[in-house]
DNA sequence: CTCTTATGCCAACGCCATTGACCTTACGCG
DNA sequence: CGCGTAAGGTCAATGGCGTTGGCATAAGAG
């Protein structure tokens, strides 16, 4: 039987750790982004992120059920920083580029996080705040029910898939060990044009490539096909 | 000192495991993708593995220099299988386009291996052929050098990035545990109109969404952006 | 002030990847 | 055909991991 799990609302007694620190649901997620980004996507482990937090490892279990139900929480904080501060200006196209390119932004700015959660489903807060919000968006817009489900879960889906990859590239080089980066230049490089020309031509631009993200471009041809279908039949079925 | 890793086609001896079955790296991937499609992508281990193929699992280490590498081995596998059998009819559209829903489907067909294996740069035989066919054939259709790189970045990101993301979707199911799924039927339906409004409205289309996905749509709309820009300046730089 | 119980800590379990030493047998060569 | 070599399978051990049940203690309700 697994321990029971408080809610963070519901905390009545605050009992400090052994070192003194006051830990809370907030903290632990924290520490754990800290922790990512210096060790690496491979580097959170329960047990450092105790040592980090000067708590026995077993205590993160009163928080969350296990380092899954963590890194949801983890992925969660992430689409709530994509949404801190951001206000809609009632133009819907605007606002759902605006909002794509914060949650886009919001991951790749946490790459070794990103690459844990971006394919994951939390149901937490934030998350569903950004889904009721781009759901608003569609709908006060003036797309029918059904055109905006379509065009939610494509907004949604290349959000996440484009997040998901350009973190991977920038998560790469810093994590630790290997270097798929490395291949660009080393295996793709000196490939011999008579197997690959094509590849050979173009490796000097081939390495200075992943420098920047294709998502914008995908996100406006997304926004442009939603117009366009928009205003085509507003209001049928 | 790491052991040294013979390449397979370097291999002379094939000395059988105790229980009879002789190794090798096709065996060993094959596997391996079969233990993913029915344990889940947690659930491959070199024990595990290693029971399968009836040896030690350290025997793994005279293949692969360690499980990463068996990962990236397992990726190009997917790769190979999408190219198997393709052939290019000389339209530049339709080739790229047959190749991407083929790519896209070879993932999708082993959901666990391709969570695994999507954002990673394997540099095996198979990415390169992939990666000088699309390079090849804009090329061919007379796309510049700078544009042609351009659209093959965008395409390859798009291809790999929405194959993970129906992947995720695919692969949870049956992933032992969890049930990020269930979320979709429990947290959002039931989640109170008062809040939630929009979720609530479209809870029943939300449910039945990531049947079916977004990349040929997405696709097409980015072929068409790259033929809009041949037809534009075909020979400019 | 007392009692309850939430919450931090400890020790232990079974799993994992990886390695170095060992052993056996397939093969190249004469 | 038979020998020597080293490729390649096996064993045992190491250190790390997530997770759990039991225990101790102090926070807060009354």
């Not at 790749?108 to 394919?119: E, R």
């Not at 817009?141 to 290349?158: K, M, N």
């Not at 992943?210 to 041809?221: E, F, H, I, K, Q």
């Amino acid at each position: 039987m697994p321990k029971p799990v408080v809610p963070e609302e519901k905390r009545r007694r605050r009992r400090p750790t052994r070192s003194g620190t006051v830990l809370s649901e907030r903290l632990i997620v924290d520490t754990a982004l800290r922790m990512l980004r210096e060790h690496g996507s491979a580097g959170l482990t329960a047990r450092r992120l105790g040592l980090a937090l000067d708590c026995d490892p077993s205590t993160l279990y009163r928080y969350f059920r296990g380092m899954d139900d963590l890194t949801l929480a983890i992925g969660d904080a992430l689409i709530g920083r994509a949404l801190r501060g951001w206000r809609r200006t009632g133009q819907w196209r605007a606002d759902l580029r605006a909002l794509g390119l914060r949650i886009h932004a919001a991951y790749v700015a946490h790459p070794q996080a990103a690459l844990l959660t971006a394919n994951r489903v939390t149901g937490r807060a934030h998350e569903l705040a950004a889904d009721e919000a781009v759901l608003d968006i569609l709908r006060t817009a003036g797309f029918p029910l059904a055109d905006t489900v379509r065009v939610y879960q494509a907004f949604i889906d290349q959000t996440l898939a484009f997040a998901a990859l350009d973190a991977a590239s920038l998560a790469l080089p810093s994590d630790s060990l290997r270097a798929d980066e490395a291949k660009w230049s080393s295996t793709y490089a000196r490939l011999p044009a008579a197997t690959h020309p094509r590849i050979a031509e173009a490796a000097p631009l081939l390495a200075t490539r992943m420098l920047t993200s294709a998502y914008p471009a995908a996100l406006d041809l997304l926004l442009d096909s939603a117009a366009h279908q928009l205003s085509a039949g507003p209001e049928a079925g």
